[in-house]
């Protein structure tokens, strides 16, 4: 049997090897959803070198106080940068996602001194994941061996987070945190000087900086000066929160393999479990008229878990039923003097993995060493390659997590194609093994190793094992067949692409315009 098996997982490699020769290249991209377009203000440069400009000078303006505006506001002012922070509405944000930090996010908060953010907000401690396919299910825990006892994910409501962040942020003396609509970005002969922005009492005021960066959110209304956005919208999340009930894996974030994509459960209290059913696509049953509740009920619910269906109930009957559009956008900017994009409003991938947040913590840290020799921001011409270098460094980070969010979400999906539906099978019992068959996986998807060799090799692993599974008892045609179209149903290599290759300076993207 072992031979069988060794033979096996050698023929579906040939067969993995023989695809790659023969396919040609190729692919779409969907078309960008409309956005608001951003203005982009000219001026005289005399109006920025004038102190009679009519406006505050600082050496950093932020746009944006989420997760990444109000984290960086906070690294670059300890840093002793003269900051000024604008946001759009000051009071607490409330969200259905941005609630689950991995540990390799929380590494970073620790790195830039705001772990005590996750403190005093009725945060909890999760360990890692439980997944759950017909019946059957599976724990898969979070290598932390090597890691202090503090050093695990973090899920908590996300407002109370932001709020916590930008408290500490304007603690210090050279940060400044402003209610205001940002309008446009100034531009003096294409460099980006500062930015016009409405107040909260509706005066007209301009900033000016050496240095803005707009992290004004998956929403944002300025990105389009800054970049080539290419929005996907995947599907929706529905979201829900079971109250006064414990998980039957506590301190463990659960996934539901369900038809026809996944559910998530994790906790952000003490006392209260979020719960995320993803819709794909961009419509969703309708709240208002009972739609979504009848679909919630009659589709979903049966496919919960019998241990977390009657909780699952009970929230659909409470109603306060919420939904939010998926997006999905690489990082594709026009590298612009002055400016720099960060957060939702620079790069997106699918919520699934629970990402985000770490990839925006690890930009910051990036960016703050790229800048901290920088002591004279003015000087734009070696602020500019600065920035360049940070486009290249945070790839390896950034690329590996938004892959990952893709990949799972197509292999967590069910589809009407048989070899999809045996990959997703392959991917939940090789997780199952446990051993090194789940920890190299949990590492990529915790932000523990967020190295793009080795999400490659457990990708491949995954399918050289579903194809050496179709194998046995016998190769017979249909087996080949499906085991062919294990390798072609273009789930990772697209993904790989459009988060850009990952080690090619940015000029030299931009010369070959790749991504």
Known sequence: MVDQNVLAALFGFAIFYGFLIFRKAGGTRKSCLPEETAATTVIDGSECRSKDGGGEYFDVIIVGAGVAGAALAHTLGKDGRRVRVIERDLTEPDRIVGELLQPGGYLKLIE????DCVEQIDSQRVFGYALFKDGKSTRLSYPLEKFHSEISGRSFHNGRFIQRMREKAASLPNVQLEQGTVASLLEDEGTIRGVQYKTKSAEDLKAYAPLTIVCDGCFSN??????????????????????NFQLPFANHGHVVLADPSPILFYPISSTEIRCLVDVPGQKVPSVSNGEMEKYLKTVVAPQVPIELRDAFISAIERGNIRTMPNRSMPAAPHPTPGALLMGDAFNMR???TGGGMTVALSDIVVLRNLLRPLHDLNDSSTLCKYL????????PVASTINTLAGALYKVFSASPDKARNEMRQACFDYLSLGGV??????????GLNPRPLSLVCHFFAVAIYGIGRLMLPFPSPGRIWIGARLISVCIFLPHLFTSSLYFVPY????????C
Do not use: I, M, Q
């Open 437 to 446: 068959f789940s920890d190299g996986p949990v590492s990529l998807l915790s």
């Open 222 to 243: 300025l990105r389009r000066s800054l970049c080539n956005p290419k929005v996907d919208v995947p599907s929706c999340f529905v979201g829900l929160v079971l109250e």
């Open 350 to 352: 699918h919520p699934l």
């Open 507 to 514: 000029s030299l993207h931009l010369s070959f315009k790749f």
């Open 112 to 115: 830039l001194g705001l772990e």
């Open 388 to 395: 360049e270098s940070f486009y290249t460094l945070r790839k």
